[in-house]
């Protein structure tokens, strides 16, 4: 037994070129730093829908990394919780946990749910009554705003996505029919790939109403009508003759009644109203006679009376109409003279609409109007004074109007009114004093209302009102889990590692540490509240930390910070009332921070003074886009731009050495259709090495003389170069030539003649990374390395470790690291390698529930997200042992086994297999099954954002 141990250590050696530093290698123990958000989690939902009385609704769970579908790129989907609720706490449970539903409806006695995973399922009321729809049904995206029911039949725009084969139409209406359980098109409006991009839908009894447009460059996009049949669905009327758009929005039902806005091209933007036939869709009134439109800019009904608020001399007020040009009138102004009241919230409750205006003398308060000026009243000033209550989220139930309002002295909680000052009353204080449960997610069931809310014990969870005090209760506690700060974007300035958290209290904001508990804490509220700055791109430049944040005020800016709140301050000088967005890509040169703000490059030294513009570099107008800096070299910073133009559109490579004069187009790629380039660039031999068009690579020392077409690695329509990762003197590159052939890993030394094909290869899932010399890469479930060689590249480990599936790699100092999922649990684990066989090890105490961050490293420690089952995801520490990297052996290679006819399946890998990577897999994996772990699974909230590993770490 001694002997093999020894053989398995001398076999890795060959593949891992690494040598312990002062004694073997012992497993490491991970702790928690500090726990930053201790507040209660809550159970917020994602979507919640009614049926027959019983509430369903999904909770935030876990984020899982799974390999996806067609294109075998990895994706995080935010899973959820499933439950039902009738009201009670034992009445309350769970269905299942799954991914992340987008859309929920109650149809016809079942729940009906959508996402990417499960498509469409129905559920009645158990975890075995939930299905999938029969049928094929495509990876897609249902927007859950757009959506009507005719009879039992539900209608909605459907979106087809999938990489190979294209899909054959565009974004088209389809139905779902609960009686026959089928899913499918109605009608290919704009026959082919192209997009009829259905909209506004509205039924009005039997008939559906919507806007589209068939592409046949006769009719634009008009009002169109479906009955749920192909034949049925037809074109109204086309209100804007020829080309042009009338553009049918705001359709709201009054009645039997349609009224929309539209545009005939005489009128500008007018009423119209529509009984389904085209001599009866007709202009109401023109309401600013003219082509300048009637400035609308709400409808509702109530019963068969249609409300609109609109500007004109009188300001934004209220309007009537009941379909007829006399019957069409200002009910009133309600703040007279040119000011306006701005009614908002329009809601009804049988033939009263209630809405919130501001009469210049309360602030914004609740009103209620029956269509006439003396049945337009004041209903109650709830918190006395100009600045209004904030009401919000009003919500017919059972003739009763419930909202949410701050009366200024019990925050924001659920109110109640029937119309009078009387009867106009605060429901329950659920959060005790001046705090605010701040109510969420309405939800009507016959006379009862379901909502969230945060009584400041529990977090926001499910509550139920009658309408009394004593009927407002809490459901469940349905989340009793910690909540997370769910750290991420770990970034070490010096001896300061600055990262964002989220807490309960100040949202997701920039928060520092030192690497111990008592260092550890919120560098600056930024935008003050619950909802955050949610600070993103933290960047380490010349010893300054960069970001992105919203302070709420000036929306995305850039900022800086030296860890102090003073010291923490935006960059940029705004107008107040311009959010323009400011943003990716950022790159670095001189010690100067580079970004794109509206298509100009900027950039910064850290100060105010110093944040200038340089240039517009998006000349042919705003299609024109970068996305991406592709790195220095010899003083100038390199980026792509498309262009855009009627005959086409191409790349350009530009450079900047900073000013305006230096910042030129340095030559023109050629002509592509694809997304700018997925990877940044690489310098070698002087030169940087990036994508260009499609699959091509290039390389550029700056000028236009040395900017060279290294290799067109496949078709245009591929437009697919994965990764890129240097090895020596060498750079390894992941692309596929078209859809109908599996990737290649190519290698390039810099020049044309050195640009070639290494093998046939699955796509790469995650970072490649390198090592001692080699690079380490994913390919499905299997562990790869390549020293850049066809002999030196093969397959290490096959699929993966043991019960686990391998999610990416990184490296801290001299170490490899592992990141790797529960096949059964869907916990990810950590592993370190130094390349013995006591040297690999799972990271003790260590577990996560999240998209992978693998933080950055301080000192001899790592600091990361991690959970616990009693913490959730919160900073943790793990000891980083001191291994030195031996130089990689001169000795000849043992010889290689062929290579496989499919590469991923390893299908030569067996016992013809000989030779050095046929042992080493064998060997790896022996080790895997030798030194395998087992780590406490966590059950653990919803996760931050997914960030590739160490970007823009020193």
């Given at each position: 037994?001694?002997?093999?141990?020894?053989?398995?250590?001398?076999?890795?050696?060959l593949?891992f070129?690494?040598?312990?530093?002062?004694g073997?290698?012992s497993?490491?123990?991970?702790?928690?730093?500090?726990?930053?958000?201790?507040e209660?989690?809550?159970?917020?939902?994602?979507?919640?829908?009614?049926?027959?009385?019983?509430?369903?609704?999904?909770?935030?769970?876990?984020?899982v990394?799974?390999?996806?579908?067609?294109?075998?790129?990895?994706?995080?989907?935010?899973?959820?919780?499933?439950?039902?609720?009738?009201?009670?706490?034992?009445g309350?449970?769970?269905?299942?946990?799954?991914p992340?539903?987008s859309?929920?409806?109650?149809?016809?006695?079942?729940?009906?749910?959508y996402?990417?995973?499960?498509?469409?399922?129905?559920?009645n009321?158990?975890?075995?009554?939930?299905?999938?729809?029969?049928?094929?049904?495509?990876?897609?995206?249902?927007?859950?705003r757009?959506?009507?029911?005719?009879?039992?039949?539900?209608?909605?725009?459907?979106?087809?996505?999938?990489?190979?084969?294209?899909?054959?139409?565009?974004t088209?209406l389809?139905?779902?029919?609960?009686a026959?359980?089928?899913?499918?098109?109605?009608?290919?409006?704009?026959?082919?790939?192209?997009?009829?991009?259905?909209?506004?839908?509205?039924?009005v009894?039997?008939?559906?109403?919507?806007s589209?447009?068939?592409?046949?460059?006769?009719h634009?996009?008009?009002?169109?009508?479906?009955?749920?049949?192909g034949?049925?669905?037809?074109?109204?009327?086309?209100?804007?003759?020829?080309?042009?758009?009338?553009?049918?929005?705001?359709?709201?039902?009054?009645?039997m009644?349609?009224?929309?806005l539209?545009?005939?091209?005489?009128?500008?933007?007018?009423?119209?109203?529509?009984?389904?036939?085209?001599?009866?869709?007709?202009?109401?009134?023109?309401?600013?006679?003219?082509?300048?439109g009637?400035?609308?800019?709400?409808?509702?009904?109530?019963?068969?009376r249609?409300f609109?608020?609109?500007?004109?001399?009188?300001?934004?007020?209220?309007?009537?109409s009941?379909?007829?040009e006399?019957?069409?009138?200002?009910v009133?102004?309600?703040?007279?003279?040119?000011?306006?009241?701005?009614?908002?919230?329009?809601?009804?409750?049988?033939?009263?609409?209630?809405?919130?205006?501001?009469d210049?003398?309360?602030?914004?308060?609740?009103?209620?109007?029956?269509?006439?000026?003396?049945?337009?009243?004041?209903?109650?000033?709830?918190?006395?004074?100009?600045?209004?209550?904030?009401?919000?989220?009003?919500?017919?139930?059972?003739?009763?109007?419930?909202?949410?309002?701050?009366d200024?002295?019990?925050g924001?909680?659920?109110?109640?009114?029937?119309?009078?000052p009387?009867?106009?009353?605060?429901?329950?204080?659920?959060?005790?004093g001046?705090?605010?449960?701040?109510?969420v997610?309405?939800?009507?069931?016959?006379?009862?209302?379901f909502?969230?809310?945060?009584?400041?014990?529990?977090?926001?969870?499910?509550?139920?009102?009658?309408?009394?005090?004593?009927?407002?209760?809490?459901?469940?506690?349905?989340?009793?889990?910690?909540?997370?700060?769910?750290?991420?974007?770990?970034?070490?300035?010096?001896?300061?590692?600055?990262f964002?958290a989220?807490?309960?209290?100040?949202?997701?904001e920039?928060?520092k540490?030192?690497?111990?508990?008592?260092?550890?804490?919120l560098?600056?509220?930024?935008?003050?509240?619950?909802?955050?700055?949610?600070?993103?791109a933290?960047?380490?430049?010349g010893?300054?930390?960069?970001?992105?944040?919203?302070?709420?005020?000036?929306?995305?800016?850039?900022?800086?910070?030296?860890?102090?709140?003073a010291?923490?301050?935006?960059?940029?000088?705004?107008?107040?009332?311009?959010?323009s967005y400011?943003?990716?890509p950022?790159?670095?040169?001189?010690?100067?921070l580079?970004?794109?703000v509206?298509?100009?490059?900027?950039?910064?030294?850290?100060?105010?003074?110093g944040?200038?513009?340089?240039?517009?570099i998006?000349p042919?107008?705003?299609?024109?886009?970068?996305?991406?800096?592709l790195?220095?070299?010899?003083g100038?910073?390199?980026?792509?731009?498309?262009?855009?133009a009627?005959?086409?559109?191409?790349?350009?490579?530009?450079g900047?050495?900073?000013t305006?004069a230096?910042?030129?187009?340095?030559k023109?790629?050629?002509?592509?259709?694809?997304?700018l380039?997925?990877?940044?660039?690489?310098?070698?031999g002087?030169?940087?090495?990036?994508?260009?068009?499609g699959s091509?690579?290039?390389?550029?020392?700056?000028?236009?003389?040395?900017?060279i077409?290294?290799?067109?690695?496949?078709?245009?329509?591929?437009?697919?170069?994965?990764?890129m990762?240097?090895?020596?003197?060498?750079?390894?590159?992941s692309a596929?030539?078209?859809?109908?052939?599996?990737?290649?890993?190519?290698?390039?030394?810099?020049?044309?003649s050195?640009?070639?094909?290494?093998?046939?290869?699955?796509?790469?899932?995650g970072?490649?990374?390198?090592?001692?010399?080699?690079?380490?890469?994913?390919?499905?479930?299997?562990?790869?390395?390549?020293d850049?060689?066809?002999?030196?590249?093969g397959?290490?480990?096959?699929?993966?470790?043991?019960?686990?599936?391998i999610?990416?790699l990184?490296?801290v100092?001299?170490?490899?690291?592992i990141?790797?999922?529960?096949?059964?649990?869907r916990?990810?684990?950590?592993?370190?390698?130094?390349?013995?066989?006591?040297?690999?090890?799972?990271?003790?105490?260590?577990?996560?529930?999240?998209?992978?961050?693998?933080?950055?490293?301080?000192?001899?420690?790592?600091?990361?997200?991690?959970?616990?089952p009693?913490?959730?995801?919160?900073?943790?520490?793990?000891?980083?042992?001191?291994?030195?990297?031996?130089?990689?052996?001169?000795?000849?290679?043992?010889?290689?086994?062929?290579?496989?006819?499919?590469?991923?399946?390893?299908?030569g890998?067996?016992?013809?297999?000989?030779?050095?990577?046929?042992?080493?897999?064998?060997?790896f994996?022996?080790?895997?099954?030798?030194?395998?772990?087992?780590?406490?699974?966590?059950?653990?909230?919803?996760?931050?954002?997914r960030?590739?590993?160490?970007?823009?770490?020193p």
């Open positions: 037994m001694k002997l093999f141990q020894g053989s398995l250590m001398g076999l890795l050696a593949s070129p690494f040598s312990s530093h002062g073997t290698a497993p490491v123990q991970a702790r928690r730093l500090v726990d930053i958000n201790t209660p989690l809550s159970s917020t939902p994602s979507a919640a829908a009614m049926v027959d009385g019983t509430l369903f609704f999904t909770s935030r769970s876990k984020q990394v799974t390999s996806a579908s067609s294109n075998g790129v990895s994706f995080d989907h935010l899973s959820a919780r499933l439950w039902k609720s009738d009201g009670t706490a034992q309350t449970v769970l269905l299942e946990d799954g992340q539903a859309f929920m409806l109650g149809l016809d006695g079942r729940l009906y749910y996402s990417p995973q499960w498509k469409w399922n129905t559920g009321g158990t975890s075995s009554g939930l299905y999938g729809i029969p049928g094929s049904i495509p990876d897609g995206s249902v927007d859950r757009d959506f009507d029911t005719v009879g039992s039949t539900l209608f909605f725009p459907f979106t087809e996505i999938r990489a190979y084969p294209p899909p054959s139409t565009g088209e389809y139905k779902l029919d609960p026959q359980s089928l899913f499918f098109r109605v009608k290919d409006i704009c026959a082919g790939t192209g997009s009829s991009m259905p909209s506004g839908l509205k039924a009894g039997n008939t559906l109403f919507f589209a447009d068939d592409c046949l460059g006769t634009g996009r008009e009002l169109w009508k479906s009955d749920g049949t034949a049925g669905t037809v074109l109204v009327k086309d209100i804007r003759p020829g080309a042009g758009d009338s553009a049918p929005s705001m359709p709201t039902r009054a009645g009644t349609l009224f929309f539209a545009d005939d091209g005489v009128h500008g933007r007018e009423l119209w109203k529509s009984d389904g036939t085209p001599e009866g869709t007709v202009l109401v009134e023109d309401l600013v006679p003219g082509a300048s009637g400035s609308v800019t709400a409808m509702a009904a109530a019963g068969t249609l609109l608020v609109r500007s004109d001399d009188s300001g934004l007020e209220l309007w009537t009941d379909g007829t006399d019957g069409t009138v200002l009133e102004d309600l703040q007279p003279g040119a000011g306006s009241s701005n009614p908002t919230s329009l809601t009804e409750v049988e033939t009263t609409l209630f809405f919130v205006a501001d210049g003398v309360h602030g914004p308060e609740l009103w209620k109007s029956d269509g006439t000026k003396d049945g337009t009243l004041l209903v109650r000033e709830i918190r006395p004074g100009p600045d209004g209550a904030g009401l919000r989220d009003l919500k017919n139930v059972d003739g009763t109007l419930f909202f949410v309002a701050d200024g002295v019990h924001e909680e659920l109110w109640k009114s029937d119309g009078t009387e009867g106009t009353r605060l429901v329950a204080d659920i959060h005790q001046e705090s605010a449960s701040a109510p997610s309405l939800v009507a069931a016959g006379g009862t209302l909502f969230w809310a945060d009584d400041g014990l529990h977090g926001s969870e499910p509550w139920k009102s009658d309408g009394t005090p004593e009927g407002t209760v809490l459901v469940r506690d349905v989340e009793t889990r910690p909540a997370s700060s769910a750290p991420g974007d770990l970034t070490r300035v010096g001896e300061t590692v600055f964002l989220r807490t309960e209290t100040h949202g997701e920039l928060w540490t030192d690497g111990t508990e008592a260092g550890t804490s560098v600056k509220d930024i935008h003050p509240g619950r909802a955050g700055s949610i600070p993103r933290l960047m380490n430049v010893g300054r930390l960069f970001f992105l944040a919203d302070d709420g005020v000036h929306g995305t800016r850039l900022w800086t910070s030296d860890g102090t709140e010291g923490t301050i935006q960059l940029q000088e705004a107008d107040p009332d311009s959010r400011i943003g990716v950022l790159g670095t040169l001189n010690g100067e580079y970004l794109t509206d298509g100009d490059l900027w950039k910064s030294n850290g100060t105010r003074a944040t200038r513009y340089v240039k517009d998006s042919g107008g705003a299609n024109d886009s970068t996305r991406r800096f790195g220095e070299v010899n100038k910073l390199l980026f792509p731009v498309h262009r855009y009627s005959t086409g559109s191409w790349l350009e490579l530009w900047s050495d900073g305006e230096g910042t030129t187009v340095i023109n790629l050629g002509r592509t259709q694809s997304y380039p997925y990877t940044g660039g690489l310098l070698l002087g030169s940087l090495v990036f994508q260009g068009p091509q690579l290039w390389k550029s020392d700056g000028t236009e003389a040395g900017t077409l290294l290799e067109d690695m496949g078709a245009e329509a591929a437009r697919t170069m994965q990764y990762v240097k090895v020596g003197d060498r750079i390894l590159i596929r030539s078209d859809y109908f052939t599996t990737w290649r890993l190519w290698v390039t030394d810099g020049t044309e050195g640009t070639v094909p290494l093998r046939s290869i699955e796509p790469m899932l970072n490649p990374v390198e090592l001692g010399g080699k690079a380490f890469f994913m390919v499905g479930r299997d562990l790869w390395v390549s850049g060689t066809a002999e030196g590249t397959l290490v480990v096959k699929d993966g470790f043991p019960g686990q599936d999610l990416e990184s490296r100092g001299n170490l490899l690291l990141a790797t999922r529960d096949a059964v649990t916990d990810q684990r950590l592993w370190m390698s130094d390349g013995t066989a006591d040297g690999t090890f799972p990271i003790q105490g260590y577990s996560s529930t999240f998209a992978y961050d693998f933080g950055t490293q301080l000192g001899d420690q790592l600091l990361l997200p991690g959970s616990d009693e913490h959730a995801q919160e900073l943790w520490t793990v000891p980083v042992p001191d291994v030195q990297v031996a130089p990689p052996s001169g000795e000849p290679r043992p010889e290689q086994p062929q290579e496989p006819s499919t590469s991923a399946s390893c299908g890998c067996g016992a013809s297999a000989s030779g050095a990577l046929a042992w080493q897999a064998l060997a994996a022996a080790l895997l099954l030798h030194r395998r772990a087992a780590i406490s699974p966590g059950h653990h909230p919803y996760s931050s954002t960030k590739t590993p160490s970007r823009g770490r």
